[in-house]
């Protein structure tokens, strides 16, 4: 959620969401502070920011391959080859 606050007269607007790491910017207008928090929070929701570096540490290759081959691959003219060699490189040690 983001915080919004009068700092040295201008706005500082911090969004903190758990799992992901706090970022913060300063505003001379209090109308631009709230847009820019509304807009990390949903890019956030959407994925569009990285995790936490912590929960990116428990991450493995092959979640990330099958997370690809489901989300990023059926888009593509080649799937078929593709999704293939993600399936192949996922059953490699």
Same mark, same amino acid.
């Given at each position: 959620?983001?915080?919004?606050?009068?700092?040295?007269?201008?706005?500082? %607007?911090?969004?903190?969401?758990?799992?992901?790491?706090?970022?913060?910017?300063?505003? %001379?207008?209090?109308?631009?502070?709230?847009?820019?928090?509304?807009?990390?929070?949903?890019?956030?929701?959407?994925?569009?920011?990285?995790?936490?570096?912590?929960?990116?540490?428990?991450?493995?290759?092959?979640?990330?391959?099958?997370?690809?081959?489901?989300?990023?691959?059926?888009?593509?003219?080649? *799937?078929?080859?593709?999704? *293939?060699?993600?399936?192949?490189?996922?059953?490699?040690?």
């Amino acid at each position: 959620m983001a915080t919004l606050r009068k700092r040295n007269n201008r706005w500082q %607007v911090q969004v903190r969401i758990e799992g992901h790491k706090a970022i913060s910017r300063s505003f %001379v207008h209090k109308r631009d502070a709230q847009a820019w928090g509304r807009e990390r929070e949903i890019e956030i929701q959407r994925g569009g920011v990285a995790l936490h570096h912590k929960k990116l540490r428990t991450l493995t290759l092959g979640t990330l391959l099958e997370r690809y081959e489901i989300e990023v691959s059926p888009r593509k003219k080649g *799937y078929g080859s593709e999704a *293939y060699r993600l399936r192949a490189m996922r059953k490699h040690p």
